[in-house]
């Protein structure tokens, strides 16, 4: 709340948007000053990144239907093995009314097709990549074994993509860190992702990884959701059916020709990786898209309704409160965080969203008026962006949906006692070769070093600081938020979680158990931008 009210004092003295949206501004200052990253950024902005404004016309709020995801049909359930086939392909859609968006898509729609299993029961997921570039795919959340997690450099070739025409990441010219890998798996034009899902039902997502370009490439529509289920769960009696609704939030912006608007420095996204340097910071949307609608509305019934709520977005951060139509706000009920079901509900009114992380919450609109509508707001945004989506309450409904005091007793009870190893990780603004650069621990991210060696079974503690907004990601693994700069952590940071979002100036304390597989995994920054500028780093299971 603090940041946001600093954020509305600063527009409110009606400054330019370079200086509201300052970072960006604010790493060329560095670069031309030498100033400190902490003196560049004293004011602590609440946006990280800056915003790209359409140039069609857009549609009011609260118009367009909200799509749910049509969920994937497996096309085989033989032996034990859910098998699913997806072609990755460029499509069209009609994402602003009255207007065509050329897409990447995952089988031809943005969202791409959900995947729904079962808890233990593994798939396999053949991948066919009909795009222009390579692509790399990445089951976000996924405890998924090291050859299936889709690390940067596994990629699946096009037909007819030469070895000549690969991307050499920024080069010398550019300076960074280059795609040389001599252990990566590339594979060309199809690749099968085993997932065993042995793990606890959660809402995941799968995404493109590939080296570079995986902001571009997310924002272009290679995005999908992944929901895990189990008995345990199915059994809690929680809003179900229709009244279980995914989310998935993502702010984009639009071209005048109606495509997509990205700062990209090579469009093609074949060669040349990275944005213009306004955008280093992040690229921010000024269109709020729900499930790939803007600004949608939904009809609901006098009910609970579970949220199931993914910030897809590459860079921004949302602060999301229900409101009334009498300005009353309604209660956002967090039963699940990025990695399962909490122990026991928590109550937030307001609930910040970093991109990457996912809060499963229930609101129960029983005591809306029919006729009256509920608006999902961004306390962040400001003008347009402020909106994200609408429900309006269609008709009166009984409501058997319960929200149980206990609703898990498996989360991880790690205790500091336990950690074999502390470890400190810095998220910072650098200098990689000569070029700006996002760094982990001063260094560029480099496919050819290990940065951490850490034994299967080992309990760790990470102590991750940064300079400004940083959503820390870790794959493989789930972990538990200790504490934020020596404080306990906040009311969001409840149960397993698998991004962290560290705000400006923290310092943050997870711990965590690397279980289940050995092998090269990575952690990094998803905030998508960032991500692609080198603020990846290697962690090897053995
Ligand atoms: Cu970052």
């Known amino acids: 709340m603090r940041e946001h009210d600093e954020g509305r004092s600063v527009r409110a003295r009606g400054l330019t948007r370079r200086r509201v949206l300052g970072i960006g501004g604010a790493l060329g200052l560095m670069a031309a000053t030498g100033l400190s990253t902490s003196a560049a950024l004293a004011r602590r902005p609440s946006i990280t990144g800056a915003e790209l404004r359409s140039a069609v016309p857009l549609p009011p709020a609260f118009q367009v239907p909200l799509p749910l995801p049509a969920v994937l049909a497996p096309v085989s359930t033989a032996g034990g093995t859910d098998r699913y086939e997806i072609t990755q392909r460029e499509a069209s859609a009609e994402i602003l009314p009255g207007v065509k968006t050329p897409l990447w898509t995952y089988e031809g729609t943005f969202p791409g097709p959900t995947i729904e299993s079962r808890r233990g029961r593994p798939i396999t997921v053949t991948h066919r990549n009909e795009l222009p570039v390579p692509t790399v795919v990445h089951l976000h959340g996924g405890h998924t074994p090291a050859a299936s997690d889709g690390y940067p450099t596994d990629l699946v070739l096009p037909e007819g993509w030469h070895d000549a025409a690969m991307p050499t990441g920024h080069g010398s010219e550019h300076g960074s860190h280059g795609m040389h890998d001599p252990r990566a798996v590339v594979s060309k034009l199809t690749r099968d992702y085993t997932f065993p899902l042995d793990q606890r039902a959660t809402l995941l997502w799968y ?16 995005a999908g959701l992944h929901i895990v289920r189990d008995d345990a769960e199915d059994n809690l ?5 229709l009244r279980e609704l995914p989310l998935m939030i993502a702010d984009r912006a639009f071209a005048a020709d109606g495509s997509l608007d990205y700062p990209a420095l090579d469009p093609t996204l074949r060669e040349r990786p990275g944005v213009h340097e306004s955008y280093l910071a992040g690229v921010l949307g000024d269109v709020i898209l729900v499930n790939g609608a803007p600004w949608p509305v939904h009809e609901v019934d006098t009910a609970r309704y579970r949220l199931r709520i993914l910030n897809a977005s590459n860079a921004r951060h949302y602060e999301l409160e229900a409101v009334t139509d009498d300005g009353r706000r309604l209660d956002l009920v967090q039963i699940g965080a990025d990695q399962g079901l909490l122990a026991t509900p928590v109550t937030h009114r307001l609930l910040p969203i970093a991109p990457a992380e996912r809060y499963d ?180 299971i053995i």
């Open 361 to 540: 919450v229930i609101v129960d609109f029983s005591g809306v008026p029919v006729g009256s509508r509920v608006r999902l707001i961004n306390r962040l945004g400001s003008g347009r962006t402020r909106d994200v989506m609408a429900f309006r309450i269609a008709r009166h409904a009984t409501d058997d949906s319960r929200i149980p005091r206990t609703l898990s007793t498996d989360l991880p009870t790690w205790r500091r006692s336990d950690a074999v190893q502390v470890r400190d990780f810095s998220f910072r603004a650098g200098q990689m070769r000569g070029d700006h650069g996002w760094l982990i621990g001063g260094l560029p991210f480099d496919p050819a070093r290990t940065d951490v060696t850490a034994r299967l079974g080992d309990v760790e503690v990470w102590r991750l600081v940064a300079d400004v907004h940083h959503p820390v990601h870790l794959h493989l693994v789930g972990f538990r938020v200790l504490s934020r700069s020596g404080r306990p952590p906040l009311p969001h940071d409840a149960g397993l979680k698998d991004t962290v979002s560290l705000r400006p100036g923290e310092a943050v304390e997870i711990i965590t158990r690397f279980d289940g597989y050995r092998g090269r995994y990575l952690f990094h920054c998803h905030n998508a931008e960032h991500e692609d500028m080198a603020m990846m780093a290697n962690l090897e």
């Open 207 to 222: 995404h493109d990884h590939r080296m570079d370009f995986t902001a571009p490439a997310i924002w272009r529509g290679l």
């Open 237 to 241: 009696g929680l809003p179900e059916g």
